[in-house]
């Protein structure tokens, strides 16, 4: 064997090697990520084996603290949520969805987060659907300039 293929074989091996690591580092995060849904789906269970729902307050109380335990996990896993009432309304994280006349709040104001957006690492994965305010002769003309920025139709 050649010098030059003891070297190609080298230089192969640490490819292979590097490549093992990477895909046993993203099969770890993959079942740390499918472990943390399956808790979740534990608290669910808990739930839901309480039998009917007696106290309404309680049991809301309990789904809120079940979406809150979630939430902060998948936020210890980078998701980002995207879209907080009275921030100003931006093509590349909001989707427009309903345009509300305002005298008090500002341009392209968001006043209701219809669906929370995320991101990851710096990148979209869904933009918030929101309403938005416009001062009251503005509507259609607001409306139009946000889709055009955003490169769609209204």
Known sequence: MTEADMSAARLGYE???ELAAREAAHRAHLERLLLLCADTLDDFDRVLADGPVRD????????????EH???ALRGEGLEPIGVPGERAEPATHHVVE????A??????????LQ???GHDGRVLRPARVAIAVQDGERADERGKLANKRGDQG
């Open 56 to 67: 309404g307050e309680a049991y809301r109380g309990s789904m809120r603290r079940i979406a």
């Open 70 to 72: 979630f939430e902060t």
């Open 104 to 113: 008090s709040a500002a341009g392209d104001e968001v006043v209701e987060v």
């Open 15 to 17: 490819h292979a090697r």
């Open 99 to 102: 345009v509300r006349p305002s």
């Open 116 to 118: 929370r957006g995320y």
